[in-house]
């Protein structure tokens, strides 16, 4: 009779550096794009090139969606009937252009409380731990 093999250990997990700025900076991209996808649709319709520039601008390069981080989210937002899409036709190329539903107006007005009051929090906790002094000058982001 013949023993049953034991199954090889599971590869670890890959360690996460919590002390590294990159990996903090990287949670919070990840969080805020959604975010930020609201915000500048909330100005108007847009294709999804103009909205991950547009994102780019308003955060000052804090927040950068790449195409594969913002389609998903727009087809997420679609799903849920945050935004519509409309097809046209702009120089002669075909392209999805996505608007805000009301939907989608009153979940940009809820997360933009729920990030205000995170900031709130986030400012009293930097004036509490002297975080103020410890950012590097002229730069909003890294």
Known sequence: MNAPRPSPAPAPAPRVDYASRDYWAGTIKMGLSKFFILRVLHDGPMHGYDIARTVERTTGGCCSPTE???????????????????????????????????????????????????????????????AAGRTTAGSRCR
């Open 68 to 130: 594969g981080t913002i389609y998903p989210v727009l087809r997420e937002f679609e799903a849920g009937g945050f935004v519509t899409v409309t097809e046209e036709i702009v120089q002669g190329r075909q392209r999805r252009v996505y608007a805000l539903t009301e939907a989608g107006r009153a979940a940009f007005r809820v997360a933009l409380d729920a990030w205000m009051e995170v900031t709130a929090a986030l400012q009293d906790t930097g004036r509490a731990f002297g």
